[in-house]
């Protein structure tokens, strides 16, 4: 049965090339396309996910972390007084302007704290020193800025609204869901290059739990404390922020329609094969049931022609996919393609294409086995 199935599939080589290249196509859209949509949903969380905060407290109904909202600085001794509480600090999340030497400017998003190294801010210093933050007009800048703003090395000066700074450090990995590369200041800096909005204010207030504190207890007694803001935790937070860009930017069902016209080519290129291959092969399937076989038999060697085209195809749409990565990060994109993804697709492929080959079932339903000795 497997050579019956194998010799009728590549008996014409041109259709069986054009069936795999049918599903290693759908397999290459689908892996690109959700792997870019993993890699925008990271960089929505992926300050929240590095920073060493087990609770976040917002300003109320906060959509993401990027789009925050000033309150009282104060807020935060009445956190560090609360029982369970190991550490609270202030942190400032805010859009600057940044003034370029072709005259242009630049937004970024400033993250400004008054120890970054408590925090883990940020988690990937390239140069300098985030220590030395706090000793003057100074700012750290990612390296996903040369995209927007062009190179720059340390020891240059930036005006950041208005103000003349110095680049003192480069980070790696600091971006936001915007493309928005990720500065990093000192906490009252940022409040006096921005006095309107954030002078004696900031945006959150990181909370870091006593050892055996309990953080559900912990966060209903914030919660008491300052009843006007928000407490999530980190994975929570992480959560709101990728969901309301899914949500709000309709990105979610773009993916989808991606994903399911791509499963849809794959599935009519299969399916069309594989019915074509049928009737040109109905002497063979004849013999088979003139030999014994039954439709069952017929049904193995339909399904094991669509398994060989899902293998073939997945393993020729699976390395595109990872060859294009390095491409996508230099275009200011992250491809990300988990293994629990690759084994999903695997096995996706393979159903979707044994479904395909349900369509030839019919018509080896009604094969009759005196064609094998028909002329």
Known sequence: MVDLALRSLVHDKPRFA??????AFAVTLVFVQVGLFLGLLSNASVSIENTDAELWITPPNTPNVDFSRPFSEDYVDRVRSIPGVARADNLIVFFMQVALPTGASESVVVYALEDFRRWNIPWRVLEGDVSDLRRGDYFMLDQSAVKRMGAFRVGEYREVNGTRLQIIGRTAGARSFTTNPLAFMDFRLAQRLVPTWLAGRTTYILVKLASGADPEAVRGEIRHRLPFNNVHTRDEWA????????????????IFLTVFLGCSVGIVVVAQTLYTSTMEHTKEFGTVKAIGGSNADIYRILV??????????FILGVVPAFLAAPFTEQAGLRLIIPPIMVGIVAVGTVVLCVAASMVSFSKVASIDPALAFRT
């Open 18 to 23: 054009i069936t795999v290249a049918g599903v």
């Open 239 to 254: 959560r709101i922020s990728r969901r309301y860009w899914v949500k709000s930017t309709g990105l979610g069902m773009s």
């Open 304 to 313: 094991k022609q669509a398994s060989i085209a899902a293998v073939v195809g």
